[in-house]
């Protein structure tokens, strides 16, 4: 009897995708999102490494060049005193940037420990959280920062150190949104069974916060700390605008476009506040295109 030759049935391997690679692959899928993300990598490459190539230096001043157009030495003018504004502008994105960042992570610790603690306790302790965070929401957040750098003004504090102060007071008033939304999150997770297995094992609360139910929020803390990065330039602009915030020499954003109140600046020499105008207006959309288009790709609930 002849053994029976088995047929060659060819097999497909079906690659195993994890949640972040399938998370990427739906965001790739967003054309605006990736827009906002390669326009987000270019503001941040031009920002960091725009000021190492440039032939000029924060402070270098051309008196011979004082408020001059656009030309092929100055792409962008000169300022009042004959500083290049394509130079100061690269140097201002560093200041916003980081200020943004900065401001996030301290507000994304503060919000997520917070969170996690009052919604894995509850009881008591998790009324006593939440009344602060509902005194913190009660602050007005724009005119208490406008009060907070009045003083900082009143007391002359060294512009060196006003970027640092800024970055604090912006992260220290903004946690409060993302403590509510951890806590909601991490109720729901405490319920589930891998959290009974820990206790089971008899894991330290720590432990179980800390390495099993904070990385199960990961995706909302991450969403919602890229929409506040917007958020937080926007705030810091807002502030040096009204000369609050990052103060000359230092360059920022906004207090380039600061030179916007004065009417014939305003009228003859757009180049002085129109490119740094532009660059918040497109840092700030790309952001905010790129979180929605994270908020899509890490929606465990979505079917494509």
């Known amino acids: 009897m002849q053994p029976v030759q088995a047929k060659n049935v060819k097999i497909e391997e079906e690659k195993i995708l994890g949640p972040w690679q399938l998370a990427w692959i739906r965001l790739k899928r967003n054309k605006l999102a990736m827009v906002g993300l ?26 011979s060049n004082i408020s001059s157009p656009p030309s092929l030495t100055h792409p962008l003018g000169t300022d009042e005193v004959g500083r290049d504004v394509l130079t100061r502008v690269m140097y201002a994105g560093r200041i916003s940037l980081s200020v943004g960042v900065v401001a996030v992570i301290i507000s994304v610790v503060i919000g997520s420990i917070v969170g996690a603690i009052s919604g894995y306790y509850g009881g008591i302790v998790d009324a006593i959280i939440m009344r602060i965070v509902d005194i913190f929401m009660c602050f007005p957040f724009l005119p208490l920062l406008i009060m907070i750098a009045a003083v900082m003004s009143d007391y002359k504090v060294h512009p060196d150190y006003r970027i640092y102060v800024v970055m604090f007071i912006i992260g220290i008033l903004s946690w409060p949104g993302l403590s509510r939304l951890i806590r909601g999150q991490i109720l729901a997770l405490r319920e589930q069974e891998f959290i009974q297995a820990a206790e089971a094992l008899g894991l330290r609360d720590r432990r179980k916060i800390i390495r099993h139910l904070l990385p199960n929020t990961l995706s909302s803390i991450i969403v919602s700390a890229t929409l506040e990065v917007a958020g937080a330039i926007l705030t810091e602009s807002s502030l040096s605008y009204l000369g609050l915030g990052v103060t000359p020499p230092t360059p920022s954003w906004g207090n380039m476009v ?28 790309a952001i905010n295109l790129l979180g929605d288009g994270l908020r899509d790709a890490l929606d465990p609930k979505l079917k494509h």
């Open 258 to 285: 600061n030179v916007v109140t004065d009417a014939y600046v305003f009228q003859f020499h757009p180049w002085r506040w129109v490119p740094p105008g532009l660059c918040i207006f497109i840092t700030v959309m």
């Open 38 to 63: 390669y326009t987000l990598i270019f503001m941040v490459f031009v920002s960091v490494f725009g000021p190492m190539i440039s032939p000029y230096k924060m402070e270098t001043l051309d008196l």
